[in-house]
């Protein structure tokens, strides 16, 4: 007759204590020291921050990006591939790929790395842009 009561655990038993039931697995994440502040993070090119680069998590990238912000190390966002930029409140912008976000210090850094500004959200600057296009 098989005893179907459960078995008593009064406390750790020793097979809960044991060295083998606590081994490290084969890949063991390491945890870096994250640095906050726009001191610490370098841009991955002058002046242009890469979403990505922001952190290894989500809550990591959108902290450090709150930290640049308040510190004035970022003022405008950007679109990789099509090399646009704009506020950062821009709804055309808050709806891109997490891959394909940059970020600027200010405009003049954005003109420096070839960006056009946006047509929704800096509708003059764009139309001066478009304009400077056709004639030159």
Known sequence: MVDEREPQRSGASSAFRSSSCRKKPEYW???RKIRVGAAALRPYF?????H???????FSRSRQL????????????????????GTLRCSAGQRM?????VFFKDEAEALAHGYRPCA?????KYRRWKNA???G
């Open 133 to 135: 296009q056709e004639t």
């Open 66 to 85: 709150a930290l640049l912000v308040r510190s004035g190390a970022v003022t405008l966002g950007g679109y990789k591939k099509a090399r646009i930029y």
């Open 97 to 101: 790929k997490t891959a394909n976000r």
């Open 29 to 31: 994440p390491i945890c």
């Open 52 to 58: 990505l680069q922001l952190g290894h998590t989500d």
């Open 120 to 124: 929704a959200c800096l509708p003059e």
């Open 46 to 50: 002058a002046g242009m921050y890469h």
